[in-house]
């Protein structure tokens, strides 16, 4: 099982069926859409039927994992667990590792004919929740590593007809870079002093500290890299406030959901615009409330 | 400033001047190893002359920031700070971000002629010690994304005759592949506890805890990739863990050097080989005694 890029496979290649896929090693298994392991992470996804929770935006898919499904419709009938592929897109999401995505002709956005390979995706977040049909599924963000208009650059050509190209304006170069000075601003205010728990984690090579974004960067939150939106926090506090493990209230800034810190406030020495706290809420809410741990 | 691959530089292209590299949009500086600043990151680097801390094998490299040096000669005659292209580094290092890697003619495994282009590298540790000049220096260590074979077999040809391929058996395909079961394994073993501190960390999507290797896996450090060479921590413990801030004593279990956990033991449910503890403690020797915070 390769990883990452494959010398001979150029993003926009189409192959004419999911056997000469298996052929050419590029994806083996040949009914499952999600070749991967719980040892080794998955490398590689095929879109092709879709799920009914299923988004595509081309460089950001919401992607639902297998299992639970009526073997003669696209119904789902019982709960999908994190297990077999699930697994292995979990673990591409915890390493980081790309996953290799392809359009089926099935798709909105895939070729008349074959199955197309759309290059690199990284696995941004995942969760458990129950989709539409009222069983449990899992649910996997995924992002390009190409910006929208690159990946439209080239595979162009061979979206079909019929879809087109999705209604956005390309915004060639107007990509947001971030600003990676911005968390030792934030660290610096603090003195790398968590914001939740007030720790200071000491190194050799410098205090340890995150300057974490409320809103996420980027799809699929594409929360704006600034300041305002920005906490220092040490990490633990970051894992778990990134898996709205507990949240801010932003009407008095008091810890929510996290034991030991009941009642209690974040401290604060910078503007924090309160609508970020709030977004970060409003998805605490629905990850807890759908969730079954 | 581009980041990771440019589409029309394969690895193994030679160009013959810097100003050429800069022309072409390559490496934009002239004279600076180091293409990079501290809001970006830092996307290139360029080997010529060489430190005399500087350490090449091909798939890694010790690499010395920039400044402190004689204008005239290659020596070491003040500190370097990590600032502009050493912070560029040290954030390249913080959020793993691609570095473009060059070799001049003027290095060990450069080509006969010009600066060669050697792939993609990240940077896994950075540190500020003494040299061997006796000044600060900041060092870097950049691990290749392609195996050992992959760079030779890319740029073999454009090796400069004199320096041959260094001396190492090939090992095709053998390279070990990461178990990502393991983390896992451990973290079920202590509950997702810290083996330090023993906080159990909650998320609507499981607990949070770190598989985590006591000598470092790949390079620079080789450890390999069993239970016995790991340990289950928080995101904290294991963040400072890493950056070598305590270390745990090998004979005794003891936790060293950690504020509040002084004369407390790691609670231990698995078979752990004493020997990755010592290794550790080596270089949190190092790095202690050699730093200036």
Chains 1, 2 share one sequence.
């Not at 926009?12 to 040892?39: D, F, N, V």
């Not at 095929?46 to 073997?71: A, C, F, N």
């Not at 970051?238 to 009642?263: C, M, R, T, V």
């Amino acid at each position: 099982m390769e990883f990452g890029n494959i010398e001979r496979l150029q993003v926009g290649t189409i192959l004419q069926s999911r056997r000469e896929m298996k052929t050419l090693g590029y994806h083996t298994p040949i009914q499952a859409g999600i070749w991967g392991a719980s040892k080794t992470g998955a490398c590689s996804i095929v879109l092709s039927e879709g799920y009914e929770d299923d988004i595509d935006e081309i460089d950001y898919i919401k992607y639902t994992g297998h299992g639970g499904r009526d073997p003669r419709s696209p119904k789902q009938i019982a709960d999908q667990e994190f297990t077999v592929g699930n697994k292995g897109l979990q673990i591409s999401c915890d390493y980081n590792l790309p996953v290799r995505v392809w359009r089926g002709f099935q798709t909105k956005y895939g070729p008349e004919k074959g199955y197309r390979y759309d290059g690199i995706y990284y696995v941004k977040e995942y969760e458990r929740v129950i989709g539409v049909s009222g069983f449990y599924i899992c649910r996997f963000h995924l992002v390009s590593e190409d910006s929208y208009e690159k990946i439209i650059d080239k595979i162009d050509s061979t979206i079909k007809d019929d879809a087109g190209t999705p209604e956005r304006v390309p915004t060639k170069g107007s990509r947001i870079k971030r600003d990676y000075s911005l968390p030792d601003i934030i660290k610096r205010k603090y003195s790398s002093k968590c914001q939740v728990c007030g720790v200071q984690l000491k190194s050799p090579s410098g205090d340890i500290a995150i300057g974490a974004h409320i809103k996420g960067l980027g799809k699929p939150h594409e929360g704006p890299d600034k300041l305002s939106n920005m906490l220092c926090l040490c990490p633990n506090h970051h894992a778990q406030f990134d898996a709205f493990s507990f949240y801010i209230e932003p009407k008095n800034l008091e810890i929510k959901n996290l034991e030991g810190f009941e009642g209690k406030k974040i401290k604060i020495k910078h503007k924090i615009d309160m609508k970020y706290f709030a977004y970060h809420k409003e998805i605490f809410n629905e990850k807890n409330s759908n969730t079954q741990n």
